[in-house]
């Protein structure tokens, strides 16, 4: 295998001269302080070999006594790149793994992982060990937020396939797993004190299979929850990995399956929320949550158990598609805006989001939603101040503009935008693409998508971009498999594109031993839009301090709220490149991880869901 093959691709790789590095079970792993979490993932992979604790290396052929992997921490590279640095030197008689702190040395060993031959991912011992090519590698995240939204509301995974998606995102160097637990079709988190969210809310009697529009239904009863003690159990296998699990709780609207099961929750003087089911349907439900005391205190006690569970400093409570008939015929919402001076129904919604927004401040967590979270009054045109308070953080998903305005009003953002960075999309526009929704976000699209804004790059705003997140909606991907087959490969050059900095893409990136051993700087890319200091807890990546009618999570969306997405700044030499490493080395990497991907050529004949109706929007995606 190849130094010039991985991917992400490194900022740089420099190969030398010399005899391999020889990795048996004769082989002794040495982890220093700070470093015990990634010596008891090492030593979990039965691909690696190493010998016993406490064993002495002996010697091996055709290398030097004393052969090691060792692993170590370095305050100054912390300092100088942030904690998920590392650097990478491979000898002869030694493998040293050196990382900011201990995600840096969790990055760098999954570099030397996928050194290895593909088979070095399967789950068997190597016959006879393997052989390394000595090389230098210097390395450093472009973003600190490199995410993956999973829905698991429209479809449960059950835990031991979210468990195996942290470790495909732990091969590519994610560190972001924003969990979608609740929404119509299902609420999929054990809320000891209000039971029914799962005894009912979790259960549906039927599923409509294929876009809103298909005549055809799946009548097997579909749905699934997480106890806490699962969900305990995720969240420290994502640390291990040094992956922030971000919990997102849906509210005002979205709750259908909430009021389903507490009919008191929803506008119960506008309609009869007696009668209402979890939603067997998709696209966007009229239902909505009453803004009373007890709703809201109804939410504050789900957040505490949510609290209790998730470690993490961001919670997410969406705060999109909130359609407002209800609240409009509602007396209690009516007299709700009365009471506040609020001037209608989208303030009504801002209010709410504001309510948990300090909620969740107050407590030391940061409050993320969807880009609506600005509307209604809470982001103020004249001024471009916000009313959320300076922890509040964007998922700007309707193309970049909420981003921007976020961004501008002093607020951190993670960028999402549907056409590009939607992994529900269709693939490719030939017939055979199963279930084909929207526009066609190739593999190309999402390795050219521009991650910093134009209109913040340079800027003294650009900071606030904290990264990038491709999200994955499961209207119409009922199976592993089907997941499977909508992220990958995709999610391999997303990985990059989050990864790598500018300065490290193209061909040029791995050198030859006669190569100058420091080619490439050590400090950040000029442009890297990441401030310094701090990251979500467990992946050492840099977060600031604190400080339309279409879908955020509907296959349905057809339209962009601004038009500053852009889409086609690859250089296609660069695309080249990463087209070359999949098809080289990483393709076999996936295949030998068990991921029914799709492959280049199209969908196999068994990955075709001939007869079912999807969406697709044809032409180009709104332009910038």
Known sequence: MSWSDLVPRPRTVTEREGAPFVWDERTVLVARPGTAGVARWLRGLPALPFAEPGEAARDVPGQAAGSTVELRTDPALAEAEGEEAYRLDVAAGRVLVEGGGAAGVFRGAATLRQALPPRALRRAAPADGWRLTPARVRDAPRFGWRGMMLDVARHFLPKDGVLRMLDLMAVHKLNVLHFHLTDDQGWRMEIRRYPRLTEVGAWRPRTRVGHRASPLWDERPHGGYYTQDDLREIVAYAAERHITVVPEIELPGHSQAAIAAYPELGTSDAVDTDAVRVWTDWGVSPYLLSPTDDTLRFYEHVLEEVLEVFPSPFVHIGGDETPKEQWRASAVAQARIATEGLRDEDALQSWMVRHFDRWLAERGRRMIGWDEILEGGTLEADSGRSGLTPGAVVS??????????????????????????????????????????????????????????????????????????????????????????????????????????????????????????????????????????????????????????????????????????????????????????????HLARLDALGVEYRPPGGPRPWQQRPGIPGRPLEGAPPAD
């Open 396 to 585: 700007s998903w309707r193309g970049l503009a909420g981003g921007v305005a976020a961004a501008r009003a002093g607020h951190d953002v993670v960028l999402c935008p549907e056409h590009t960075l939607y992994l529900d999309r269709r693939q490719a526009p030939g017939p055979d693409e199963p279930v084909p929704l929207g526009h066609v976000s190739e593999l190309r699209d999402v390795y050219g998508f521009d991650p910093v804004p134009r209109q913040l790059a340079g800027t003294a705003h650009a900071h606030h971009v904290l990264g990038l997140q491709a999200n994955m909606w499961t209207e119409c991907t009922e199976s592993q498999q089907r997941l499977d087959y909508q992220v990958f490969p995709r999610l391999a050059a997303f990985a990059e594109l989050a990864w790598t900095r500018p300065e490290g893409a193209g061909g040029a990136h791995t050198e030859n031993a006669s190569a100058r051993d420091d080619a490439a700087p050590d400090g950040p890319a000029p442009d890297a839009p990441v401030p310094a200091g701090g990251g979500p807890p467990g992946t050492g990546g840099p977060v600031a301090p604190a400080g339309d009618a279409v879908s955020a999570d509907s296959a349905d969306s057809a339209d962009s709220l601004g038009s500053a997405d852009s889409h086609d700044s690859t250089d296609s030499t660069e695309f080249a490149d990463f087209e070359r490493r999949l098809l080289a080395a």
